[in-house]
C-alpha cells in the first residue's frame, strides 16, 4: 500500500506529465486553475497536498477527469 507522501509525489509526477503532454507551462496551469505558479510549481513537485477542490480546478484546466490524475 501506497503510503501518503509516495501518494502526493505519485500524483505530482502525473500532473507534470499531463502537462507536459500537452505542451504547456506551469504559469499557463496555474492561470486556468485560478492559482499561483508558485503554488502550482510546489504541487508538481509534491511539496503540498491540495485540496479536492484544487485537483477539480487542476482537472478542469488540463481538460481529463479525476481518474486521469489518479490512475490507480
Do not use: C
Not at 508558485?38 to 478542469?60: F, H, M, T
Amino acid at each position: 500500500m501506497a503510503t501518503p507522501d509516495s501518494t502526493t509525489r505519485r500524483v505530482a509526477k502525473r500532473l507534470k506529465a499531463l502537462r507536459l503532454d500537452r505542451d504547456l507551462t506551469q504559469a499557463d496551469i496555474a492561470e486556468k486553475a485560478k492559482m499561483s505558479t508558485n503554488y502550482y510549481a510546489k504541487i508538481e513537485r509534491g511539496e503540498v497536498r491540495p485540496s479536492v477542490d484544487i485537483y477539480e480546478r487542476l482537472a478542469k484546466a488540463l481538460k481529463v477527469t479525476a481518474s486521469d490524475i489518479f490512475p490507480f
